[in-house]
């Protein structure tokens, strides 16, 4: 069973930058489908990116180009690095892991707060 854990979060202004990383543990990283997801205040939660088993990337379409996904088994690390941040990208933003068809492991979170 993997464990994830997620940093990177904080509070920036309209148009910074930000990289989210998420260390996993625990299972054999390789085998895992990987993902972001985010859920803003009020808000259902909502795919950002992520890769499948066979390492194609696949991006929320309200990313536009801002995000990039990416993936490091050596290190057992998925990132997400955020460019061009807009206040309605402020929300917990979550990895997760998916050995078959379904996400069901998940980190704990961390906060992206975009000021305007």
């Known amino acids: 069973q993997v464990q994830l854990h997620e940093s990177g979060g904080g509070l920036v202004q309209a148009g910074d930058s930000l990289r989210l990383s998420c260390v996993a543990s625990g299972g054999t990283f390789s085998r895992y489908a990987m993902a972001w997801f985010r859920q803003a205040p009020g808000k259902e939660r909502e795919f950002v990116a992520g890769i499948n088993r066979s390492g194609r990337i696949y991006y929320g379409d309200f990313v536009k180009g801002r995000f990039t996904f990416s993936r490091d088994n050596a290190k057992n690390t998925v990132s997400l690095q955020m460019n061009s941040l807009k206040p309605e990208d402020t929300a917990v933003y979550y990895c997760?892991?998916?050995?078959?068809?379904?996400?069901?492991?998940w980190g704990q979170g961390t906060q992206v707060t975009v000021s305007p």
């Open positions: 997760a892991a998916a050995m078959l068809t379904s996400y069901d492991f």
